[in-house]
């Protein structure tokens, strides 16, 4: 195995653990907590589970998680001479800064900096491990109050040892570090590392210990460097394209022409006879050739021969008019009051949205390395979703998921698309095939064309006035590709009725006493599934846009009519209209906006997390060209774990919510998706980038909430009420493309 594999390596599995009482080797321990309860659908959304103390387990050397014992841990520590403690988590670090926060939570109740914490990414030897997808903005949420456990559990037992070695009552204890004194004598001291090697029994505590009081925290809060920047900044830190092995091979696999094809068979060809070639695989249902190096591999795949029933060639026209309101199974998801029969009387207000397919566009594409031998699989792979890799893995090879151990790499951008696992899939074959290891690496146009998309969306909004221009009914229809339904078992349908990841943000947040949302389920023939937020984006700005349209139609300022439909009684309310007022402080909203510009307003409540922003834009007429000059965006998160991190989040979201909502568009021409690669299908580029000032509030609860999707939502709406500020003409497609923005002002 190379020195780079190493480092993302994981060690042998321990023995089994039956009791509460471990005889630990003298290098290290771990300790644990148990999950109790379960996760959503599939596992794809961790609950608030119930947690409880666990000692998990031993390791020899303390440099890899438990594979089985009696109540799996979800989180664990391995602690190894005076080193940093080393904290094992299954959730995976792909530039949101997670890894950094956690060791912030683990660093507060053990006591000790920041600096000697180590996050490591967890393999599935750990069954837990292996259940944990990335995803849902849930990273820190969900693992904050275990995470905190584990930790308190760890620091008690360090402390009962220290004060036994030391001869006084804990109580007499003070912390240095990585070392324990005695408060009276600070020369009389014991580290951790002393404490690991001279004890050959570790028994849990009998009471789960006290957890710090939120208004206490000294680490949390902190805006501290991020943990993996240093070895990215270096080239230490390794991604799934990096991942090698000695004597590994590169693999290469073909693709369908169109979106609909079949195959019907693979013949060699003469491929086998191409440079570097190792070998190749022509089977029924997959082709692929493993040479030397990459570069001939890709050649030598132009030599199989193989043969595709295209299938239907379908046309962008064609899903469109499938994807409509009123078309496939319509779910009622949200009925208070009598918003349909007011409405039937006859509505105020009546607009129509569309949003397209977008790719998730992120800088590593798809990429794995498996080492396929005849009892043991081994995968490295950038992955949000390792257990599952590791049951797809499994199933492709005929063989137990308990034979397959994945490994998470660094992930170079998910945003939902590297819960995928098709390479992984591809290489594992490939492996099997050649009898080597074998790394599968797609091209940014197999990465386009090839995975899943963020679905194709129609909204149908109305809503009725009083005469005094009172919001007295409003109803969303919403019609979208499958989201969560494209990922889960067909059951999955049946039981839940509608997709939950495709109306996410498609709520009646306001306080209207009558209203409605009916979200119709379209089964399209493109694959579709998780994008940034899942239908957040393309919700929000429907239904922001149209609080938009329905304030103009009532005569209200905007901000000032959603005020008064948020009820003060209302927790979330009240967060949302705190949101607002601080956006429209910060954006200059009611003050008179440079010349040639508009502002515009939109908010979300998402994952218990609000967000309200006011954008500044400017138009060229001559193009077309919408300008995103200033945001000023305003995010109650609940506590925060690390600012930095957190306003981060929120400017990434405030680029990628630009790009959406300009520029971003993919269509299908002929049955195949476009464009293939990024120079047909632009990103905003730092140019580009507005000025961004993010305020954060707090719920004053002690709780964090999520913080990576949130924000994305309400850009798109507060672009679009913008330029209708701007030109007193309305924007209801995505993307605002120049084309779309000229069309509408002739």
């Known amino acids: 195995m190379s020195e780079q594999t190493q480092q993302q390596g994981s060690a042998a599995p321990a023995e089994s653990a039956q009791t509460r009482r471990w005889r630990p080797t003298r290098r290290g321990f771990l300790i644990g907590l148990g999950v109790v309860g379960g996760a959503a659908v599939a596992g794809l959304y961790l609950g608030v589970p119930y947690m409880r103390r666990q000692i998990a387990g031993v390791l020899d050397g303390a440099e890899g998680a438990p594979s089985t014992f009696a109540e799996d841990p979800w989180a664990w520590f391995a602690v190894e001479g005076d080193g940093p403690i ?7 670090e792909m530039g949101q800064g997670v890894h950094t926060a956690l060791a912030q939570v683990a660093a507060e109740e053990l006591g000790v900096g ?3 914490i180590t996050v490591v990414h967890a393999s599935t030897s750990n069954p837990n491990g292996a259940g944990s997808i990335t995803s849902g903005s849930n990273s820190v949420s969900s693992v904050f109050l275990p995470l905190r456990q584990a930790a308190a559990t760890l620091h008690t037992m360090l402390a009962a040892e220290a004060a036994s070695i030391l001869g006084v009552a804990t109580a007499a204890l003070a912390q240095d570090g990585l070392a324990f004194t005695v408060a009276e004598n600070p020369s009389q001291r014991v580290t951790v590392g002393e404490l690991v090697a001279g004890k050959t029994d570790w028994e849990a505590p009998d009471q789960a210990p006290p957890l710090k009081d939120w208004s206490t925290f000294q680490v949390i809060g902190q805006s501290l460097p991020r943990k993996d920047i240093p070895a990215k900044v270096t080239g230490e830190a390794i991604y799934g394209y990096d991942a090698r092995l000695e004597g590994m091979k590169y693999g290469a696999v073909v693709r369908p022409p169109t979106i609909a094809a079949t195959l019907k068979g693979v013949q060699a060809g003469s491929a086998g006879e191409m440079p570097g070639v190792v070998a190749v695989v022509a089977e029924k249902d997959f082709g692929g050739v493993v040479a030397d190096t990459r570069q001939q591999a890709w050649a030598a795949l132009s030599q199989l021969q193989a043969e595709w029933d295209p299938g239907k060639l379908w046309q962008q026209y064609e899903i469109d008019a499938m994807v409509t309101v009123g078309n496939g199974d319509g779910i009622t998801i949200q009925d208070e009051g009598n918003a349909a029969g007011l409405l039937a009387q006859g509505a105020t207000v009546t607009a129509a949205y569309r949003t397209p397919f977008a790719v998730h566009a992120h800088l590593e594409a798809q990429a794995a390395l498996v080492d396929v031998q005849p009892d043991k699989v081994r995968v490295w792979c950038p992955t949000q979703a390792a257990g599952l890799v590791r049951g797809e893995v499994a199933k492709a090879l005929g063989m137990k998921e308990e034979q397959v151990e994945v490994q998470p790499t660094y992930v170079g951008g998910g945003f939902g698309r590297k819960t995928g696992f098709e ?16 790394h599968v690496g797609w091209t940014r146009s197999e990465d386009m064309r090839y995975g899943y998309f963020r679905p194709p969306t129609h909204h149908v909004l109305s809503a009725r006035l009083t005469g005094d221009g009172e919001l007295e009914a409003i109803e ?7 989201v969560a339904f494209g990922s889960l078992p067909g059951i999955a349908a049946v039981i839940l009725g509608a997709d939950f990841g495709a109306y996410r943000g498609g709520l009646i947040r306001y306080a209207a006493p009558n209203k409605r949302t009916v979200a119709w389920r379209t089964q399209i023939p493109v694959k579709t599934g998780w994008w940034r937020g899942l239908g957040l984006l393309a919700n929000t700005f429907a239904v922001e846009s149209f609080m938009d349209e329905v304030a103009h139609a009532a005569g209200a300022d905007p901000l000032a ?10 927790p979330s309310h009240a967060r949302l209209k705190a949101v607002l007022n601080v956006a429209a402080e910060k954006g200059g909203w009611g003050q008179a906006a440079p010349a040639g510009r508009a502002r515009g307003l939109a908010c979300c409540l998402d994952v218990d997390t609000a ?11 001559a193009t077309g060209k919408i300008r995103v000059h200033n945001v000023s965006a305003a995010m109650d998160c609940g506590l925060t774990v690390n600012p930095d991190g957190a306003i981060a989040q929120v400017e990434g979201n405030v680029m990628w919510g630009i790009g959406s909502a300009l520029i971003e568009e993919m269509v299908i021409v002929d049955g195949m998706v476009a464009p293939a690669n990024f120079d047909a299908y632009p990103l905003l580029t730092i ?3 507005p000025h961004v000032e993010v305020t954060l509030l707090e719920a004053g609860d002690g709780r964090p909430r999520g913080v990576g999707e949130p924000p994305i939502g309400p850009v798109a709406a507060a672009i679009g009420n913008a330029f209708y500020a701007l030109t007193g003409v309305r924007l209801r497609q995505l993307p605002m493309s120049e084309a779309r923005v000229l069309a509408v002002l002739e």
């Open 561 to 570: 009519f959603r005020l008064r439909n948020l009820d003060d009684a209302n």
């Open 114 to 116: 920041w600096e000697n």
């Open 611 to 621: 967000v309200a922003m006011v954008v500044e834009i400017s138009l060229d007429r």
């Open 86 to 92: 080393q904290l094992f988590l299954p959730k995976v």
């Open 423 to 438: 390479a992984a899939v591809e290489a594992a074959r490939l492996s099997r095939a050649a009898g080597v290891p074998v």
């Open 476 to 482: 969303h229809q919403q019609a979208s590709g499958d």
């Open 687 to 689: 140019k580009e980038a």
